[in-house]
Nanobody
Framework: QVQLVESGGGLVQAGGSLRLSCVAS????????MGWYRQAPGKQRELVAI??????IYAVSVKGRFTISRDSARNTVDLQMNSLKPEDSAVYYC???????????WGQGTQVTVSS
C-alpha cells in the first residue's frame, strides 16, 4: 500500500521560510511525477509545483519564491518556501503519479499558516 507522509508545516510570519518534506512508502519503483498542491478554505485545490521527466512546473504565484526538489531513487520530494505571504496559507498536499494509466496518490496534508 502506497503512502505519502508530509512534514514541516506550521505557523510563520510573513517574509519567513518553511520547508515541507514528503516521504513515500510501499512502492519499489520511481513515480512518474511528484509534487505539491495546496487548498485554502473555500477554494479549490491548486498546483503549487510538480516535477515530471526532469521538468519542473511552478504556479505563477510561487515562482521565484518556492523551490521543489525530488529524490527519485528514494521517492521523496521537498518544497522550500521562502518569502512567504499570508495568501500562501493553506493545507499543502504531497502528490505522486505512478504507472500508465496513471494512479494518483495523495498525502494527508500539512497546514501552513502565514501571519501578517
Amino acid at each position: 500500500q502506497v503512502q505519502l507522509v508530509e512534514s514541516g508545516g506550521g505557523l510563520v510570519q510573513a517574509g519567513g521560510s518553511l520547508r515541507l518534506s514528503c516521504v513515500a512508502s510501499g512502492i519499489r519503483f520511481s513515480f512518474n511525477a511528484m509534487g505539491w498542491y495546496r487548498q485554502a478554505p473555500g477554494k479549490q485545490r491548486e498546483l503549487v509545483a510538480i516535477t515530471r521527466s526532469g521538468q519542473t512546473i511552478y504556479a505563477v504565484s510561487v515562482k521565484g519564491r518556492f523551490t521543489i526538489s525530488r529524490d527519485s531513487a528514494r521517492n521523496t520530494v521537498d518544497l522550500q518556501m521562502n518569502s512567504l505571504k499570508p495568501e500562501d496559507s493553506a493545507v499543502y498536499y504531497c502528490h505522486a503519479e505512478f504507472g500508465m494509466p496513471v494512479t494518483n496518490y495523495w498525502g494527508q496534508g500539512t497546514q501552513v499558516t502565514v501571519s501578517s
